[in-house]
């Protein structure tokens, strides 16, 4: 008898914790005391099938899949949410959340000094090297300020100032910007401003890619800046050795290059392209000879325009990054990576050949992406993730597909895409967007985070969850390449 009432205890335990586990669920906010400085906030989660659920003895919308997302508005201070799950109006479970709402600089401790910009004697010239290779050069002393180039490792920079952790740097008179200090060796005082050379300008091809190799007798800061039909190339800190002149005509892809070199010792290259669009370029230095890499226009086949083309599929987040978690706590990077594996297919029966960049639930940092989407020269580069909104948002209003792109040749790329996904998936169109995401930053392989629809959003989260709804993603981004290739590169 003693034995079996212990068991009954146990049963009882067993049953009680089990049901405690299949009843409400929230998955954000994450914990309790959640603090943000938003004016409100939203409970995502789920409960037991057939139950109601009450926020503050307000009734909550229970969607598809027992799941809620439930936007509240936020008291400055402590504010107390009492969830009750009721069946048949008797109460289920009772959870309580104290959101606190912070002012807007409660959070950070005490303000920073404020740096002073100090400016150098503009009788000496200051000099310093680069150290870092794709060391940012910014509009701000800030690291969330705007890029306006790269600097490559080796590159003499004129430093003219110093804010906080930063230098000020000037290419020219009208070009001037930002490096962090760290990124800067060699640091010298001169007499007169350092010049280079250019020595020899060539050209140069293979089967996918020309070249302009430029010599300079030392590494100087760069800028490309993207035309209608080709490339501006600025070199900065050059020698005026080169007269005004077209150096070149009608080789592989290239039109025609012209050089000017002007008075403030920037060196311009005007490079026309054949092309309709870019297809991808990219530049760094050899030693001293900046090589400038341009992608030549694939010719394509007209059933099949993806047939023999190399698409890098990248699954955002991965392993112990898990990306944002939908109501009924389904990993954002599960999704990503489903949806990724379909669309590989897809593209293989089309006849392209497809990198992974992750191809099961492993964590892959951001530059690893990068790196494996080079190595074989892949001419697309599509980062696959769902969308989540921060505190203050309202999931209700802002949900859909949005097509990201950095590089301003990029849009209408990203532009086709989500044109196709909102024709075939019938979601809210959330916009082709520009945004400076490590990912998309390349411009080579042509890049694009496509962010099909949101995670918190109960609709798009049960049109997340259906396979049907995914296969199909996969389907209209591939229609998408297809027809983008098809109209813009030439035909076999
Ligand atoms: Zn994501």
Request: hydrophobic share 35%; with cysteine.
């Amino acid at each position: 008898m003693k034995y079996s009432l212990r068991f009954l205890i146990i049963l009882f335990i067993l049953i009680f914790s089990h049901s405690d586990v299949m009843t409400l669920e929230v998955v954000y906010p994450a914990k309790n005391n959640h603090k943000t400085s938003a004016p409100s906030i939203f409970f995502v989660g789920n409960v037991k099938k057939g139950s109601e659920l009450f926020i503050n003895n307000e009734p909550v919308k229970i969607w598809e899949h027992n799941s809620f997302v439930h936007v509240v508005p936020l008291n400055k201070g402590e504010n107390t949410f009492t969830l009750k799950e009721k069946i048949n109006n008797k109460e289920q479970s009772t959870l309580k959340y104290v959101v606190t709402r912070t002012g807007k600089t409660n959070n950070a401790k005490k303000p920073a000094a404020v740096p002073v910009l100090t400016c150098y004697d503009p009788v000496t010239y200051h000099y310093g090297l680069v150290v870092t290779d794709n060391t940012p050069f910014r509009q701000q002393p800030d690291e969330n300020a705007k890029r306006l180039t790269h600097l490559d490792s080796g590159t003499m920079i004129r430093i003219t100032g110093e804010k906080g952790g930063y230098y000020q740097v000037s290419f020219c008179s009208d070009e001037r910007g930002w490096v962090k200090k760290n990124s800067v060796i060699d640091y010298r005082v001169l007499k007169t401003p350092v010049f280079s050379a250019i020595s020899d300008i060539k050209v140069d091809e293979d089967k996918y890619f020309n070249y302009i190799k430029i010599d300079l007798d030392m590494q100087m800061p760069y800028k490309i800046q993207e035309i209608e039909n080709g490339l501006v190339f600025k070199i900065y800190g050059i020698q005026k050795n080169y007269a005004d002149r077209k150096i070149l005509n009608n080789f592989g892809n290239i039109k025609n290059i012209a050089i000017n070199t002007s008075s403030d010792n920037t060196a311009t290259l005007f490079i026309d392209l054949k092309n309709k669009i870019l297809w991808g370029y990219s530049c760094g230095y050899e030693g001293n000879m900046l090589v400038l890499k341009i992608r030549k226009e694939p010719r394509v086949n007209k059933n099949k325009p993806l047939k023999g083309l190399t698409i890098a599929l990248d699954a955002g987040h991965g392993g112990k990054d898990r990306g944002a978690a939908g109501p009924t706590n389904i990993k954002e990077s599960d999704i990503n990576l489903d949806i990724t594996l379909k669309l590989k297919k897809e593209l293989e029966k089309s006849g392209a050949k497809v990198i992974l960049t992750r191809k099961d639930d492993s964590y892959v940092s951001l530059s690893d992406r990068i790196e494996r989407s080079r190595e074989k020269n892949a001419l697309f580069f599509i980062s696959v993730h769902a969308n989540a909104l921060p505190d203050g948002a309202n999931p209700y209003k802002k949900h859909g597909t949005s097509v990201f792109y950095y590089h301003d040749g990029v849009f209408s790329l990203a532009d086709t895409i989500k044109k196709q996904m909102l024709n075939d998936l019938a979601t809210r169109d959330d916009g082709t967007n520009k945004a400076s995401f490590a990912v998309i930053r390349p411009s080579m392989p042509l890049s694009v985070l496509i962010e099909t629809a949101y995670m918190i959003n109960p609709e798009d989260y049960s049109r997340l969850l259906d396979e049907k709804f995914r296969i199909k993603t996969a389907e209209s981004i591939r229609k998408a390449l297809e027809t983008y290739v098809f109209e813009n590169a030439s035909i076999k």
